[in-house]
């Protein structure tokens, strides 16, 4: 590693912000709609509701317009992946007739940082100039509070004065934020969540991962393909929560096999300073107990709905652990105030944030809209290689009263596979037999993600095995896997 890196300053973020924020802010303080929080939720739908021509209010608390998504999630956290990524397939080289010196090839941190900075300073900027071109829309950094069912309290991180607005209708899109569990020593400074551990000056040589859910894997397979050497505690009997079981019991196999120590079935009893070390004592399911020294650990036990100073006690607005309780358009107890994204509860994605938001919108101007549906979602979890969810598993589709079968095709025969050294993990399809609408597709493999966009098309457009069949699909490619299962689920049919 070399020199100490310029860490990514939010206040830097902020001051930019502040200068392109919009000063003109309508003085009779009385708009159609007020946005409170700026990220993946909020932000589309105030554009949504700014390009109709509506007054819009967006209050938001961080550091610019993007949110969690942007400053503390999905963003920084695949810059890291993308470093990492990219660093064992250069490790690789050899295997491809490349070779590289041995030693040469090492993480610069400090140029991982810049290129966060940069990449999150043009998108926040670029978010909050395309909102300010619409004329109905003032953009306000701060903090808002509900003083009632109509009115709000805006105290601007600027310092000026708060002030008071009206409104007709709001929209909560506040997101979430790190659940710790009250462990004995959970406050040590060595412990990090997931928006420390996004904020490190250095590729810590050891990190404990307390939690294997998707960010405690993701940050698992980052820093240790960036050189940290890694040991993930879980509580449950299984990584990665409630994803198709065989593609966690693979992940698994494949975390270990690179090197990953994984413990399932732990319940972690607290953490220890030991000089500038952290142990991690944990019991396992026989009753032994351990412990596991580290550099750092990171924290990453699931995320809670941000509600805190909301003001929502001033309002009929309810919550409970899960988020904001809303109604099937969005609605929260009190009419004509709504919830979008990570503040409304599960599924806690920035695409799907972003789809209720333009769907609550549309429903907002009178639109005719169908709200998304988890049964359609989809899911990345960028893991090396990633794991990708459309729809349902099998399990799922049959809670769900639905009759289905599942048929896999396994990427270590597939062409494309080989070819990239990446065949490993499988393709799998959740569908209504003999050969039906397909309800949910799982992917492990190289590029999961980017393979998600078709089968988000198949699964939202109740697409049959026949019709994926009969779509021709390029050779040789990994979209190419679609078709070969497709069809071999219809010739073990016929
Ligand atoms: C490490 C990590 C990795 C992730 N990776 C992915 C991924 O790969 N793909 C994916 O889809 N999702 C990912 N996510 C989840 C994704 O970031 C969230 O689902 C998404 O950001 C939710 O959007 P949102 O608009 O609901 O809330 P947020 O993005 O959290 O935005 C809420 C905004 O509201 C502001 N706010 C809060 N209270 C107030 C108030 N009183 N007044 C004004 N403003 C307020 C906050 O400061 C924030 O700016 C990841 C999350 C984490 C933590």
Known sequence: MSEKPASFSKGEAARKTKKLENTTMNRSRKFDFLIIGGGPGGTPATM?????????????????????????????????????????????????????????????????????????????????????????????????????????RVAPASGEEPFEVEFGQAVLATGSAPHLP????????????????????????????????????EMAHIFHGLGSRVHVLEMAPRILGPIDEELAIAMEEISRRKGIELSTSVN????????DRITAA?????????????????????????????????????????????????????PGIFAVGDAAGVPMFAHWATAQGLALARH?????????????????????????IAGLTKAEAEREGLEVEE???????????????????MLKFVFEPPMGRIVGVHILSEGAGDLLGEAALIVRKGMTVREVASSIHPHPTWNESFGILARSIMASST
């Open 407 to 425: 048929a896999k095709y396994p990427y270590k025969i597939d062409g494309r596979a080989q070819i990239s050294g990446h065949a490993e993990g």
């Open 48 to 152: 949504a509701l700014g390009s109709a021509g509506k007054r819009v209010l967006l209050v938001n608390a961080g550091p610019g317009l993007g949110g969690t998504c942007l400053f503390e999630g999905y963003i920084p956290s695949k810059i890291f992946w993308e470093t990492s990524r990219r660093l064992q397939d250069i490790r690789d080289a050899a295997a491809f007739g490349i070779n590289i010196p041995e030693g040469t090839v090492t993480p610069d941190w400090s140029v991982v940082i810049a290129r966060k900075k940069a990449i999150l300073t043009g998108r926040s900027e670029g978010a909050l100039q395309t909102v300010r071109k619409l004329p109905g829309v003032d953009v306000v950094m701060g903090r808002a509070m509900l003083l009632g069912p109509r009115r709000a």
């Open 182 to 217: 009250p462990l004995p020593g959970i406050d040590l400074p060595q412990v990090l969540t997931s928006e420390g551990m996004l904020e490190i000056d250095h590729i810590p040589e050891s990190l404990a991962v307390i939690g294997g859910g998707p960010i405690g894997m």
């Open 268 to 275: 972690v009893t607290g953490l220890e300073e030991s000089g």
């Open 364 to 388: 907002l101007l009178g639109q005719p809209v169908s709200f998304p549906t988890p049964s359609v979602n989809t899911d990345v979890i960028f893991t090396i290689p990633e794991v990708g």
């Open 282 to 334: 944990y019991t396992e399911e026989d009753g032994s107990t351990h412990s596991l020294s580290s550099e750092r650990v990171l924290a990453v036990t699931g995320r809670r709905p941000v509600v805190d100073g909301l003001g929502l006690e001033n309002t009929s607005v309810r919550h409970d652990h899960g988020g904001i309780v809303v109604d099937e358009n969005l609605e929260t107890g009190e």
